[in-house]
């Protein structure tokens, strides 16, 4: 896990990033005084108008990988921080991101069992949480959406193995605009949605130290979206489907 003063450091960095009007400039703060010792290099992607900071080649540690668009943008962060071992999120989260007006994503660089400290959501601390503070204070009626992915046959309710997406933000008494959300995905994309803890009692986030640090500072706009298999691989090869989860998204904000 990084130190304290580096993740102080990336998060005034992420901030001043994502508040500018020109993210493809300000991504090159990084490379200044001060930031440069953090690790992360700005990278103009082949997709027009968006720009990455991604790890130095020789600095490598599981930092993430962060994109914005370099100017505008809806005030939405897209997370997928178990790419590897939920399959399809990172994809998943990839296309949200490029097909939507989405101002951010993230992902996660290892696997989250790769070693103690590398589930950048289970840790105390992280880039991932630094960035998610940053978006938190630039934009506090934004949304972060947290992809998940989960296994029905390992669902201990009967709740858990029927459901095709469980709705969270870590806490036991959820937001109404997250209600609104659930109810939302339900009709539009026909599936089972439920919410955690109105509608099923497990994988309501409670463990989530990212969810919990954002709570903590006042954020209600926090979605752990959790998703079965098969839900994953109709978003990923279904573009009206990834379109009407923004659109949901987008309409019930807090």
């Known amino acids: 896990m990084p130190d304290a003063n ?9 901030r001043y990033w994502l508040a500018a009007d020109d ?3 300000a991504a090159h703060g990084f490379e200044s ?3 440069d010792t953090l690790g992360f290099k700005p990278v103009e992607l082949s997709e027009p108008g968006i720009v990455a900071l991604v790890e130095k080649q020789d600095a490598r540690r599981g930092r993430g990988f962060f994109a914005a668009r370099t100017g505008g943008g809806t005030p939405l962060l897209i997370q997928a921080p178990h790419q590897y071992y939920d399959l399809r999120t990172g994809t998943l ?4 991101f490029l ?3 989405a101002m951010a994503a993230a992902w996660n660089t290892t696997h989250r069992y790769h ?3 590398t589930d950048l959501v289970h840790i105390a601390d ?3 949480h630094a960035l998610s503070r940053a978006f938190a204070d630039v934009h506090p009626k934004g949304r972060i959406l947290q992809l998940h992915g989960f296994s029905s046959a390992k669902r201990e309710s009967l709740a858990g193995r029927e459901a095709q997406a469980i709705l969270s933000d870590g806490s036991s008494y959820p937001s109404k605009a997250l209600a609104r959300l659930t109810d939302c995905l339900s009709q539009r994309l026909d599936i089972r949605a439920l919410l955690y803890p109105r509608d099923v009692r497990e994988l309501g986030a409670t463990t989530n130290t990212l969810a919990a640090d954002l709570r ?3 954020f209600e706009g926090f979605v752990h979206l959790e998703l079965d298999a098969e839900l994953r691989k109709r978003l990923v090869r279904d573009a009206d489907a990834r379109n009407i989860l923004i659109q949901c998204v987008a309409e019930t904000r807090p």
Do not use: C, H, T, W
Request: hydrophobic share 30%; no cysteine.
């Open 6 to 14: 580096s993740i102080n450091q990336a998060q005034k960095g992420f």
């Open 23 to 25: 993210r493809l400039v």
């Open 33 to 35: 005084p001060g930031f």
């Open 93 to 96: 989260a990839r296309k949200l």
């Open 99 to 101: 097909e939507s007006n």
């Open 115 to 117: 070693s103690d400290d």
């Open 126 to 128: 992280s880039y991932l």
């Open 216 to 218: 903590r500072r006042g």
